[in-house]
Each structure stands twice: as C-alpha cells, then as structure tokens.
C-alpha cells in the first residue's frame, strides 16, 4: 500500500470490552511498532516485531495487551477488559530494515475511548 | 530506560521570526536523533534526523544540532510559516536498541 493503514480510525469501548486494533505496515517492511499516545503527550513505545518475532514488548502496560504479528506482516494490538486508562491514540509504525534508525513511518492511528 | 526533556511545551512566533525547540537527553550511547512533527489529528512524519557523528545538518528552513558532550540536540526553523504550526516531537535512539523515545511535544503556533 501507500503507506501504513490502520484500522478502525475511532474505537468507543465499554469498559470492560475487549478490543482489537488492526495495522497494516508498508508492503516489504520488516520492522514494526506499536506506541500509545495519550492527550498532549509523545507516543511511548509498547512493542516492537522484527518480521513476525516479537522482540520487545517492555512497553505494555500490563498482561491485557497482547500484540501479535503472525505472518510478518499485518499486526494486531488486543486489548482486554478496557479501562478507562486505557483511553489513547494508538499508534503502529513500520520500517523497512532491523530498528528504527532508518526512517519509520507511522499509520493515522486508532483513538480508542473507554467509556 | 532512556530519558529526553523537551522545552518549551509551547511556542507562540510571529511570522517570519525564528523558532528554537530544544531536548536533553542522560544516555551518552543515545546515538540517533529525529525530529517529528504531528499536525491535529494526524499522524507523526519525519522532518529531519541526525546522527552522533554529525553535529549539524540543514535541509532548506530547518537545521537540527547536537551537543554530545553537553547531551543536548536543538531543531531550528527559520522565516517561520503558518504552515509550521503543529506539535513537534523530538526522539532518540540508543545503539543498543531498536526503538525511538520520544519527548514530550512542543506546540508550535505560527501567527500570521
């Protein structure tokens, strides 16, 4: 594609439901990160795959999130039981080699909001 | 984890004047610099980077420099647009890995 997709745009959860947050990365890029970006705040990273390895997942906040990346391409950031904390941007990047020292593109995000 | 400050929060230029956004960083092995700039509601896109081994780089109206001794890296924008308006995010990464921490954000507004 043009660039980095993600869906849906708008997500307005209960609390308590559990969501799932779609990334479609730029075709052939191997590097890809999650980031949440709270009102008036930098994105804080939340996970990182290299292809469909997983290799850091230090930034998620808790053992309701889970991110997965299965054939190395498009991703998914799951989120269970929402709480109102959870209420954010989230952000996907990709990039086309190892890391993020070479140019990282970022998708529109998905603003998510717990009600 | 890494650490970067970002000043000012806010930034209110006439335009035509120029505009200095700066970030300190701890981790001396922090060995590459980008600059972000995210308009409302849409997403963050690269305007400039650098790296440990420069200590200035210009494209046309911005210029970032970097400090390593005092750990220090400044983005500048001169004959500021209205167009410039939008939150600018500094960023760093360590060599030692494969992710970005961003600062804080500044809101850069441009009054015509």
């Known amino acids: 594609g043009a660039g980095v997709s993600q869906s849906p745009r708008y997500k307005v959860a209960k609390r308590g439901q559990d969501v799932a947050l779609r990334c479609d990365p730029i075709s052939g890029h191997v590097s890809l990160f999650w980031y949440q970006q709270a009102l008036g705040q930098g994105p804080e990273f939340l996970t990182y795959f290299q292809n469909e390895a997983q290799l850091d997942k230090s930034g998620l906040p808790s053992d309701r999130f889970f991110a997965e990346r299965p054939e190395g391409s498009v991703s998914t950031l799951k989120i269970q039981r929402t709480q109102q904390e959870d209420s954010a941007v989230y952000l996907c990047a990709s990039s086309l080699a190892q890391g993020m020292n070479t140019e990282a593109f970022f998708g529109q995000g998905t603003r998510l909001t717990v009600v | 984890g890494e650490n970067v400050e970002q000043h000012p929060s806010t930034l209110s230029v006439q335009e035509g004047d120029s505009a200095v956004i700066k970030c300190t960083y701890s981790d001396s092995a922090s060995n590459y610099f980008p600059w972000y700039k995210q308009e409302l509601g849409k997403r963050p896109q690269l305007i400039i980077d650098?790296?440990?081994?420069?200590g200035e780089k210009k494209d046309q109206r911005i210029a970032v420099t970097l400090n390593k001794t005092a750990k220090h890296f400044s983005l500048h924008i001169t004959e500021t647009q209205p167009e410039d308006s939008a939150v600018y995010f500094c960023?760093?990464?360590?060599?030692?890995?494969?992710?970005?921490?961003f600062g804080k954000g500044t809101m850069l507004l441009v009054s015509p």
């Open positions: 960023a760093l990464m360590n060599s030692g890995y494969s992710t970005l921490t």
């Open positions: 650098i790296r440990s081994n420069v």
